[in-house]
């Protein structure tokens, strides 16, 4: 069997590595061999091949490059070089790139994962091409049409073959949508089996150091830095970076409020730095001694920073899923979320926010005083590559 999978930004690489592992793993308890052995063959080729491709949307060494690094990813195969663009550019780049990909190496499987514009491309491509198509992390629905992130969602879910989903409110959400069961199988959390095959390494990694190695500006480090006395931040949505006001308002919070309350740690994503500048918000931020400013960070610094933290907030919603399990209280800066099982309400570590100061700020005094409580949604386990693969090698036409 061929199979090819496909990567295009940073929060792609956690959920494809502990997938190409576990084909490795099949392999190597698999071994091919040919009947009748064949005299002149040197070395058989697996069970299962592989083929992995960037589209090249995220291209940045620390977005992409130190992931593949960190994750033990091999080099992908084939890099299509996309780059930034606007969505019907990366979008339509990727699909041109992409046909000629799958014309060349007839897989039997396209793989995609997440929700971002390689997922969407990929997944029209393989389906124009008469390709199998399997979604990871299937069936998450915010149910706001204004984020490029759901339609991203709603297209894959609706082409692909195998929809294999996190949680059983994603399968409500198919069914809801009319989708048959035969289409849709119950896997767990994917991002999970990352988190837990590298919780180790990054849990003695020092904070110090983590910053000293990222930050943007010269920054002494302070002692006062230390596990459950600092915040955290993330934030790159469209709908918070790229509007003059509702990111202004929420950097005078920061600035303001939380830096004044707890150190705050915020490794930057490039959309929002940008903005940053172009909004005149730059002096303000790197005036605030207590507001550290890093660059985007790798994997283990990333999980290392949530283990550590007293709260975060951000407007990602593999962080929501990280704090879960972490049990980090998680302020999401989001009026809505394709993840409710990370809110409170289903049992948690988040809470939805938007970005409507005086709610935010209410609900950063509640987090302050909360202590961390680590939940497991069921089969969040760490073994979701397997079952994944288990899926597609037992696929049958329904
Ligand atoms: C994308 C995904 C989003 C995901 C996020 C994680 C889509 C629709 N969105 O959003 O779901 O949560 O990645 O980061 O696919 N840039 C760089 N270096 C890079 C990559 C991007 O400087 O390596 C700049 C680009 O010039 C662009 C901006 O960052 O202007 C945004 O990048 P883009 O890929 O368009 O979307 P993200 O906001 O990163």
Known sequence: ?????????????????????????????????????????????PP??????????????????????????????IDLGIGSGTHAEQIGNTMIA??????????????VVGDVNATLACSVT???????????????????MSMPEEINRLVT??????????????????????????RIKFVGNIMIDTLEDNRNKASVLQLSDIIKGNAVLDYQFHPY????????????????VDNKSVFSSLV??????????????????????????????????IEQKNLILLHPVGYHE????????????????GLQEECTVLGTPCLTLRWNTERPITLREHGGASVLVGNNIGRIRSEYNLARNLSRTPVRPELWDGHTAERCLQEILEYKEG
Not at 55 to 67: I, L, V
Not at 225 to 240: F, G, K, Q, V, W
């Open 157 to 182: 879910d609706r082409l692909s073959d195998l929809l294999l989903v996190p949680d059983r409110l994603s399968i409500e959400n198919l069914k809801a949508e009319g989708v048959p069961d035969i």
């Open 302 to 317: 990333m999980l290392r920073l949530n283990i550590g933290a007293k709260l975060i907030l951000t407007d990602s919603g």
């Open 98 to 111: 992409f046909e000629k990909v799958l014309k060349a190496e007839k897989p039997d499987w396209v793989v």
């Open 225 to 240: 830095i230390r596990d459950e006395h600092y915040a955290l931040m993330t934030m790159h949505r469209p709908s918070n």
């Open 1 to 45: 069997m061929k199979i090819l999978s496909v990567v295009g930004a940073r929060p792609n690489f956690m959920k494809i590595a502990p997938f190409i592992r576990a084909i490795n793993t099949y392999n190597e308890s698999h071994p091919f061999t040919p009947s009748p052995p064949h005299p002149f063959s040197l070395s058989p080729p």
């Open 252 to 285: 005078h919070f920061l600035t303001r409020e939380v830096s004044h309350d707890l150190p705050l740690l915020w490794p930057i994503h490039p959309r929002a730095m940008k903005n940053l500048e172009q909004f005149g918000l730059w002096q303000e931020v």
């Open 126 to 144: 393989a389906k124009k091409e008469n390709i199998r198509c399997c979604h990871i992390e299937a069936g998450l629905r915010s149910g706001d």
């Open 48 to 77: 299962i091949s592989h083929i992995l491709v960037h589209t090249g949307q995220h291209y940045d060494d620390r977005m992409s490059k130190a992931f593949f690094e960190a994750l033990d990813l091999p080099d992908a195969d």
